[in-house]
């Protein structure tokens, strides 16, 4: 009863402030100009046939969003992401669209890859396949020997007709090869830099041809070493917080073989089921995905998705592997030390909402206090409409936030506080320590100083530690998937608007 007056006076206030606060906090962005999904592949099927003269208007066709994520987080960082806002936008770092074009031709197998900016210049351009040998032979056919198409033509053909960005850059190079049969490749090479941001843009052809556009974005700001170097850092945290959970399973796997006793194999299937479903359910974005950014021109369409069809399923067994070990030892400890895992459910759940509620309450007003106070930044998020583009769905999104909370929640609390009691009979100190290795498993941050983001999983893997002992697992995990949940949804939910705060990649799953 006392849990249920609790949940129902303060939830609306703590709903209030992640409402309240949300923008301002976790703020999010829009690709400015981006289009939608269908004319983004009209202009990629314009792009391909005028910069290569092939129709693939019958092939299968599959389009994403990019975000250069790590471009902008380091300048996010350096704090210079407002002023290289317009650099950001116009080459597509902030938001461009990636399709993949794939032939269903068995005699010409292959793709091929677009990249375009909110105002169609292609940034990427790649044939993959045996139909590039096609194209190639085809262009050496129809261009005279030693042609290179002039420099103001090639560049008219990727800036399309609705931008100049290429007309922007500055040649940095060129070089040929001799194919032979008297076909030369050419390869042009282009800038385009401000005072921290530099891309390096290579492009090749033959004859009027254009077989491969690439590019490599460098932050050239002196201040982004120190950066790089905490990447550094956190990467060698993260790999100790997966070492950790490697050996709290090994420890399980000693556990189950070794120490014996009373598992409960229907907690454990009704903990392993979600995350099968979850990754199965995820299936269709994941082949999108793969299909646009992994396709193998030289396998055929049915073979590779197979293939990924094979992964997924392989990553469903793992995935729900690691949780059946975990939670059948996690289970066997907590009833040799006597954890009531499952006692008073309704009021675990009550808890557990409660939690979660009060980590999305004051996770935001904090957040935006400290963006406010000038004390933190926080990078910038794709919003609604950046995410409607990508095809992200609340379905996808739940699936994501079950797969995360029952997954980290069973090893890392129900296995590795357990275990951590067992051994030092000390609540605080089982918390404490996998709380530890929790926050580490989350490197990269969105929050500069980076110490505040680490600090707030710190603080909650301990609090969700000692909730697991003293409640029980259902309120930890619980209040980990309200978080998850509802903080990855509520951008899909709210109306596309910038944040008040200029400054500021919007909340992690954790």
């Known amino acids: 009863m006392v849990e249920l007056i609790a949940l129902g006076l303060s939830a609306p206030l703590l709903v209030w402030l992640f409402l309240r606060y949300r923008a301002c906090a976790y703020p999010a962005v829009a690709p400015r100009g981006l289009p939608g999904r269908q004319e983004a592949l009209r202009q990629a099927r314009h792009a391909v046939l005028r910069l290569c003269g092939v129709d693939v208007r019958d092939w299968r066709a599959f389009a994403t969003l990019w975000f250069d994520d790590e471009t902008v987080e380091k300048l996010h960082q350096i704090g210079a992401v407002e002023r290289q806002r317009g650099f950001l936008h116009d080459w597509g770092l902030r938001g461009s669209w990636r399709v993949r074009f794939v032939s269903n031709d068995a005699g010409a197998r292959g793709s091929i890859m677009v990249g375009l900016s909110a105002r169609g210049a292609v940034l990427l351009f790649d044939i993959d396949g045996p139909v590039r040998q096609l194209v190639t032979h085809g262009a050496a056919a129809k261009s005279a020997p030693g042609s290179a198409p002039g420099g103001g033509e090639l560049l008219a053909s990727l800036d399309g007709a609705d931008g100049a960005l290429w007309t922007t850059t500055r040649p940095s190079g060129h070089g040929e090869l001799d194919l032979g049969e008297g076909t030369v490749e050419y390869l042009h090479r282009f800038r385009a830099a401000t005072g921290e941001v530099r891309i390096d843009l290579s492009v090749e052809t033959v004859g009027d041809v254009t077989l491969r556009v690439d590019s490599v974005v460098d932050v050239v700001a002196q201040d982004v070493r120190a950066v790089e170097r905490a990447e550094q850092r956190e990467a060698l945290a993260s790999v100790g917080g997966l070492l950790g959970a490697v050996l709290a399973l090994v420890t399980g796997v000693a556990i189950l073989a070794f120490a014996g006793g009373r598992a409960e194999p229907y907690l454990v299937l009704a903990l392993a089921c979600p995350v099968l479903l979850a990754v199965l359910a995820n299936e269709r974005a994941a082949l999108q995905n793969s299909a646009v950014n992994a396709y193998d021109g030289r396998l055929s369409w049915s073979t590779f998705r197979t293939v990924n069809v094979l992964m997924s399923v392989v990553t469903a067994i793992v995935s729900t592997a690691v949780v059946v070990i975990a939670s059948l030892a996690g289970v066997v400890v907590a009833d040799r030390i006597g954890l009531g895992l499952l006692d008073e459910p309704g009021s675990q759940l009550l808890w557990g909402s409660w939690i979660g509620l009060v980590w999305l309450g004051f996770g935001a007003a904090g957040y935006a206090l400290l963006r406010r106070a000038g004390v ?3 990078s910038a998020a794709p919003d609604r409409s950046a995410l409607r583009h990508a095809g992200v769905g609340v379905g996808g999104l739940l699936g994501v936030t079950v ?9 890392f609390r129900l296995l590795g ?12 100190v089982a918390a404490v320590g996998t709380a530890v290795l929790w926050a580490a498993m989350h490197s990269g941050s969105a929050v500069t100083p980076r110490w505040l983001r680490m600090g707030e999983l710190l603080l909650v893997g301990a609090v969700l530690g000692v909730v697991m002992v003293e409640l029980g697992l259902l309120a930890a995990l619980l209040a980990h998937a309200v978080f998850n949940g509802v903080s990855l949804v509520a951008p899909l939910l709210a109306r596309d608007r910038a944040a008040p705060v200029p400054r500021g990649h919007g909340v992690a799953v954790t």
Request: proline share 0%; charged share 15%.
């Open 376 to 378: 933190a930044k926080v």
């Open 403 to 411: 797969q995360s909370a029952v997954s980290e929640e069973v090893v």
């Open 417 to 428: 506080v357990a275990v951590l009691v067992w051994l030092t009979d000390n609540t605080l």
